[in-house]
């Protein structure tokens, strides 16, 4: 098969893996449908995907929406792949992290799921998919694990009190399961809106660790040094009693930033529980901004880890931002956001194809696979496309709260950008360097 002019034998290699999950038919149209992944395109679309591979629009349309093929055979295979070597596999420092990402569609009003509804990557309301996904991140390595659609409550006959509905938090509470059934990891991180009683309570009773932060407006119930007993307190009065009365137990942890210099943070750590929430909880203040972007004045960080160092529970939480580099790839690279299908089903099949083809960069970057490809003129040129994403060595994390605009959200030709990204500038963004 002659694709750009070329054969990537290492491509069709890594492919062969998933040939078990199609007829021989599907499985030709799917090596072309990862081919089209790897090629630039100014505004990615199922036509013009299609023409990249020399391949009629209505057969590619057909294979995404009528095709009949196994999506979970699919998603087990990609994991087989990366859990059966070493350098691909989840290590057993690993964390699981679990965010959602929106997939702005502002004019797709016959798109299932595209709904006005929050989108993260806007920071703000708009019609969009929303996707929850589940990532394993370490200080040297990520990669990312599943993801779901969510589906809003008016896409169901019943609205929220239909059986088959599923909220984010409960989407999540299914995606950590399925994680814990398979994988040795060694906590889970989240943020603050993940950070729910149902949630916290749900990991607990599994017994596992978590790392997580909380917002402003919850409860913590904990002795009050002014009234003299244990009552509810909010983040905002906290910071002030701890200042008022607690001075003296304020602590610097030193850790290092992306330059490779020390940055120090005040901290105040205590135990205590969440309003309503049975979860015995070790509290970290964080009595100050990450760096100069962030828009918070202070960061309440909890863990179930009593026994955690301050410092342990900052890094495990900060790992969390992992899974942000994930959609990020997937967008800036991959096109996960770029689908011209209307039904839900069909876009997590476009998704999925989406990690596959992550994965096969993952798969070469991690086994030193990159200089065995061809010479070929397409090839160099890919190469030379892929290597920033490639050449991070370690676990570069985007600062918190960045008043910037946020790494992965798409502007007009921007999946270019990270082709053209110097890993090093990530990580000067970041507040810690792990």
């Known amino acids: 098969m002659s694709i750009f002019r070329t054969n990537i034998s290492l491509l069709n290699k890594f492919l062969e893996h998933f040939a078990s999950c199609f007829t021989k038919k599907q499985f030709a149209m799917f090596l072309l449908v990862v081919y089209a992944m790897f090629k630039d395109y100014k505004r990615n679309s199922l036509e013009a995907m299609a023409q990249a591979v020399h391949k009629d629009y209505q057969k590619f349309q057909y294979f995404f929406s009528e095709s009949k093929w196994d999506l979970p055979a699919l998603k087990q295979k990609r994991m087989d ?4 070597q070493r350098t691909t596999a989840l290590t057993k420092d690993s964390i699981l992290t679990i965010d ?8 797709a009003k016959n ?3 595209a709904k006005w509804q929050y989108c993260g990557p806007l920071k703000r309301p708009e019609t969009c998919n929303v996707v929850v996904g589940a990532a394993f991140v ?3 390595k990520h990669f990312p694990l599943d993801v779901i659609p969510y589906l809003p409550a008016d896409e169901f006959g019943e609205g929220k009190d239909d059986p088959k509905f599923k909220d984010k938090i409960q989407i999540a509470m299914d995606m950590f399961d399925a994680a814990l059934n398979v994988f040795d990891f060694s906590a889970i991180a989240f943020d ?14 599994k017994k596992k660790y978590f790392f997580s932060e909380i917002k402003s407006n919850r409860n ?11 009552c509810r307190v909010k983040p905002d009065e906290l910071v002030t009693l701890i200042k008022k009365h607690y001075a003296d137990k304020i602590k610097y942890v030193t850790l290092k930033s992306a330059d490779g210099s020390e940055v120090s943070y005040k901290t105040y750590t205590f135990d205590a529980k969440l309003n309503g929430c ?3 909880l070790k509290f970290v203040i964080i009595l100050g901004k990450w760096n100069k972007e962030d828009d918070k004045k202070y960061h309440v960080l909890i863990t179930n880890q009593l ?15 992992g899974i942000e580099h994930c959609f990020k790839e997937l967008k800036d690279t991959f096109y996960f956001d770029h689908y011209q299908v209307r039904h839900i089903d069909k876009i997590e099949r476009y998704w999925n194809i989406c990690l596959i083809s992550w994965t096969f960069v993952y798969w070469i970057k991690q086994n030193a696979y990159f200089d065995k490809l061809s010479t070929s003129i397409w090839i160099k040129s890919w190469k030379q496309n892929l290597l920033p994403l490639m050449n991070s060595k370690k676990q570069s994390i985007p600062c918190l709260n960045s008043h910037q605009q946020t790494l992965y959200q798409r502007t007009k030709n921007s999946h270019k950008n990270i082709l053209k990204l110097n890993p090093l500038a990530l990580r000067k963004k970041s507040p810690l360097n792990f």
Not at 81 to 84: D, E, H, P, V
Not at 307 to 321: E, M, P, Q
């Open 81 to 84: 792949i990366i859990q059966k």
């Open 100 to 107: 959602d990402t929106g997939c702005p569609k502002p004019y």
């Open 111 to 113: 798109t299932e799921a």
């Open 138 to 140: 370490s200080k040297t």
């Open 192 to 205: 603050s809106w993940y950070a729910s009683q149902r949630y916290l309570e749900h990991i607990h009773a």
């Open 220 to 230: 913590i119930f904990m002795y009050h040094p002014e009234k003299q007993k244990y």
């Open 278 to 280: 049975n979860v015995p």
């Open 307 to 321: 026994d955690a160092s301050v410092k342990t529970v900052i890094t495990n939480y900060l790992l969390r931002w």
